[in-house]
């Protein structure tokens, strides 16, 4: 048995809700609920009571429901220290270091910032479970709304620290989109032209590509990959350093 049950929610046009259950007691976790009622409806399909809200950041496309998944459920809020204000409902408020107890089970804090400023991401090390938010996606990142291309190289660099096996539970549906640019950073990547057409084979059928996995990503992911030769040679950066790199790739991505 898993030591968590995690079940994947489609909602809204490519968000991806994580509903998830501790194996030993009777903690049960949303991640990033946008909306109420596909939760609700599965928490009674599978007879679980809810008792987490975790939230990775502010976004209403993640906290959406907050308040009404609470009202109806008694459950507690846990979110990002930094980004309070912003967190509907916050009860428990977490900075990086800080270890989340839920159920039997912990997760370390990461502190992930660059889409949004205060950013945190989940990791359930024991479960090899990683709930990153919008910080990383299948072959992607999430855009720089909030803070700049050395800060989320600096929250990359911390996933780029945690074991290949671990999986990336990411909160969107990009990775098409994300594949058709990848291959013009690195064309040479024969891993990434295999897992190309993969990808393109799964969508076709609209079978999703999440959750993928931190040694895939390590493997083809651009937005990892600043330090590459092939990406170096195809921008034309050798020599260049990581932080530069990687913000020449996330400035190609926003308009590609
Ligand atoms: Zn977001
Ligand atoms: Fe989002």
Redesign the pocket.
Known sequence: MDILEIHQIPVLND?YLYLFKDSQTDAVGIVDPAEAEPVLEKLEELGWKLTHIINTHH?W??TGANLELKEKTGCIVVGAKKDAARIPGIDIMLEEGDIFEFGSQTAQILETSGHTIGHITYWFEEADALFCG?TLFALGCGRLFEGSPAQMWDSLKKFLALPDDTKVYC??EYTEANARFAITIEPKNTRLMARFDEIMAKRAKNIPTVPTTIGEERSTNPFLRPDSPDVLEELNMAGADPVSVFAEIRHRKDTF
Request: aromatic residues 0%; without cysteine; negative net charge.
């Open positions: 968000n976004h496309d993640h919008d909160a969107h």
